[in-house]
């Protein structure tokens, strides 16, 4: 069942697809860059549409918390009472949006009583949208097209001449050669955005994503999580615990998730997280923690 009124999940999906292909439009215009921390950027347009999308889900959504990724303040809500908090990031992926690449997109999800159960995520460049839940199902929609079920595909498992492993250009730099010694057949590759990472394994193009570097944050997570759950994949750190959104797996003043990720499907999270936890124990013998 749709967690919110039809009426207003179709104004989210219109709403999140115009702020994508204003991006999209403005990506050829010159914008405003600034660095917020190490190898962390903001352009002027993530900050113009932070200020849209929190304006229009506070309208929306009167009584329930909103969290937007450029506006800090709004981190404390995820510290008041509220049962349902939505999560937003205008723009997942600065940095390719910045380069030019095609692969960021708009999030949004939905958090109740510390559990993801609903997500939108649309890719500007693709003019794609993926969204649904647990208990609602997944969908699709291109451009102006009707929506459709997602197609949710399971890869083959995973052999020595194919194991298809998402992974960020941090965690491979830092993690890549340790895991390659212990995981021989792992295929590489990665993409900009956190949220179209966990949406190629939906997809079945990957049979899993490793996260371990310690940055990603609530409105990173919340809405392609749901998505993932939603898939049947597992969503679990190195320890097999299930992804936790409770205020003591989440950093108090950042948001980000104090567990390492994985998002995958079964077999490959069976198969691979116990040497994945070998490799990553390895290196961070000789690292400063990423925890």
């Known amino acids: ?28 215009s010159q914008f405003e860059v600034f660095e917020k921390g190490p190898d962390d950027y903001v352009t002027s347009i993530d900050a113009a549409l932070d200020q849209k999308l929190s ?8 009584d329930d918390g909103v969290i937007t990724e450029e506006n800090a303040q709004s981190r404390t809500k995820f510290h008041d009472h509220y049962s349902r908090l939505w999560c937003i990031d205008p723009i997942d992926g600065t940095e390719d949006f910045i380069r030019r690449k095609r692969d960021y997109a708009v999030m949004v999800g939905l958090l109740q009583n510390h ?47 194919f194991c298809p492993v998402l992974i960020g250009h941090r965690d491979q730099s830092r993690f890549g050669s340790a895991i390659a010694q212990l995981i021989p057949e792992a295929q590489f590759y990665s993409l ?6 966990v949406v190629d394994v939906i997809l079945g193009r990957a049979g899993l994503y490793l996260y371990f570097n310690g940055r990603v944050k609530l409105w990173d997570t919340v809405g392609p999580l749901a998505l993932a759950k939603a898939a049947g994949l597992v969503c679990c750190d190195l320890e097999g615990r299930s992804i936790s959104f409770s ?45």
């Not at 009124?5 to 179709?10: A, F, H, R, T, V």
């Not at 997500?119 to 969204?131: E, I, K």
């Not at 998002?263 to 400063?288: F, H, I, S």
């Open 247 to 291: 205020p003591q797996d989440i950093d108090t003043d950042t948001l980000a998730h104090k567990q390492p990720i994985l998002v995958g499907w079964a077999n490959y999270v069976e198969l691979l997280r116990p040497k994945l936890k070998a490799a990553v124990e390895t290196v961070m013998q000789d690292l400063e923690p990423f925890v």
């Open 115 to 161: 559990q993801p159960i609903a997500g939108w995520l649309y890719a500007p460049a693709y003019d794609q949208l993926y969204y649904g839940g647990s208990d609602w199902g997944l969908f699709q929609a291109s451009a102006d097209a009707a929506s459709e079920p997602m197609i949710v595909t399971e890869p083959a498992p995973p052999t020595i001449g």
């Open 192 to 197: 900009g955005s956190f949220g179209l990472k």
């Open 1 to 28: 069942m749709n967690p919110i009124s039809l009426e207003l999940d179709q104004r989210i999906r219109q709403l999140i697809r115009d702020c994508g292909q204003y991006a999209e439009q403005m990506a050829a």
């Open 55 to 62: 304006a229009a889900f506070k309208l929306m959504f009167p």
